[in-house]
């Protein structure tokens, strides 16, 4: 049988994916706190975010925002795919990806609004109380990072799917 490709994740998805590891990477493990390059980082992960959550509005395919991705039912469909360990070829983000995303985009947006509100607003400037629901927030997200890629390795493994190679090339295999 031959092998065919399904593409699930477009350029624009891939993209801010792998800018918002590297810009993430960057912020947490390389540059000081504070400094004008973390700043500008900040603020390119926060454009980031919000290019992909227009796209997620505006898109038709994989990469569209949906509340009903949260229903019950999508979640008993994912968990019938992992037990039968069958991740159909054909899908986008499980309900519990999409929830990481949500959860992943959200902490952006705090961490470049207490960011900016500690180095450009001089009422805030210096606030420990800001600086430490900023560090927090860097290091829950750090946190959601580890779960999720321990979430695609296991979903990769159980579900038989290289979901890896698909944020890489955008292609899923259809049949194996």
């Known amino acids: 049988m031959s092998e065919q490709r399904v593409y699930v994740w477009g350029w624009l998805v891939r993209v801010v994916h792998w800018l918002l590891v590297i ?6 493990f390389v540059l000081s706190p504070g400094g004008d390059n973390h700043q ?7 454009s980031c975010v919000v290019v ?3 796209y997620g509005f505006i898109s038709n395919g994989y990469a569209r925002f949906s509340i009903s991705a949260l229903r019950k039912t999508e979640f008993k469909k994912h968990f019938a795919h992992l037990k039968q360990r069958h991740i159909p070829a054909k899908t986008g983000h499980n309900p519990l990806g999409w929830m990481m995303v949500y959860a992943v985009f959200t902490a952006f947006v705090v961490l470049a609004t207490t960011g900016f509100l500690l180095k450009e607003t001089d009422y805030f400037f210096g606030s420990s109380e800001l600086e430490w629901i900023h560090a927090v927030t860097a290091d829950v997200l750090f946190v959601m990072v580890c779960i999720h890629i321990a979430a695609v390795l296991i979903t990769s493994i159980v579900g038989k799917r290289n979901l890896i190679y698909a944020m890489v090339t955008g292609y899923r295999e259809k049949n194996r």
């Open 23 to 28: 810009l993430f990477a960057l912020n947490y």
């Open 40 to 46: 500008w980082i900040g603020y390119a992960a926060l």
């Open 52 to 54: 992909r959550c227009w």
